[in-house]
Every structure is written in structure tokens, then in C-alpha cells.
Nanobody
Framework: QLQASGGGLVQAGGSLRLSCAAS????????MAWFRQAPGKEREFVSG????????RYADSVKGRFTISRDNAKNTVYLQMNSLKPEDTAVYYC??????????????????WGHGTLVTVSS
């Protein structure tokens, strides 16, 4: 089970940190990712982190502004979002991939999804 939190309303230029806690598993050997879906748009990949935390991926639109990290002791992944823009407004979802992953941006390769958390960035 995945529980995302940390969303809210922030002004452009501000920051938020999203968290996604995984429960029900004794092992943390799974890759985690964040996706988002803006109103009227398709879901899109935002960022991903390998189970060791040693490998990360970012969408071009968030590179340099967002940072993904994880704490395996807490089975939690974080998404630090800085310099937020109105176009970052979306519902953000975390996802888990249990096996090997190569195409991080493909939503259908993920095994579990959490409920979303809404991020609204005002101009």
C-alpha cells in the first residue's frame, strides 16, 4: 500500500516536499517513481529512484528543480520540489516497480500505485 502526502497550495517560486510511504512489504528492494496528471492532460512521468537510491531519473521539465530521494529504513520516497511553476499544478502519484526497470516513463510497468496528492501552484 502506498500513501502519498505533502501536497498543497503554494505560490510560484515556492517549494513543497511530497512523501510516499510504502507499507505491507518487508523488503525495500523496489524502484519508486512519481507521476503527475494535470487537469485535462495525460499522466506523465516526473521522477524515479532505484531501490538503492543510487540511480535517479527526471523528466526534462523538472530537472534542476526537483530532487527525488528515499529512506529505505522508513520505506518512504520523497520528492523535493523547488522553484515551482503554475504548470507544475497536478495530482502527483507515487508508484512502485518490483522487478527490473528500463523504461521509467511508462506507467504500465509499475505494479502498485498510491492515491494522489494535489499540488496547486498559483501565479
Amino acid at each position: 500500500q502506498l500513501q502519498a502526502s505533502g501536497g498543497g497550495l503554494v505560490q510560484a517560486g515556492g517549494s513543497l516536499r511530497l512523501s510516499c510511504a510504502a507499507s505491507g512489504r518487508t523488503s525495500s528492494k523496489y524502484h519508486m517513481a512519481w507521476f503527475r496528471q494535470a487537469p485535462g492532460k495525460e499522466r506523465e512521468f516526473v521522477s524515479g529512484v532505484s531501490w538503492t537510491g543510487g540511480s535517479t531519473r527526471y523528466a526534462d521539465s523538472v530537472k534542476g528543480r526537483f530532487t527525488i530521494s528515499r529512506d529505505n529504513a522508513k520505506n518512504t520516497v520523497y520528492l523535493q520540489m523547488n522553484s515551482l511553476k503554475p504548470e507544475d499544478t497536478a495530482v502527483y502519484y507515487c508508484a512502485v516497480r518490483l522487478g527490473i526497470i528500463s523504461r521509467w516513463e511508462l506507467g504500465h510497468v509499475y505494479d502498485y500505485w498510491g492515491h494522489g496528492t494535489l499540488v496547486t501552484v498559483s501565479s
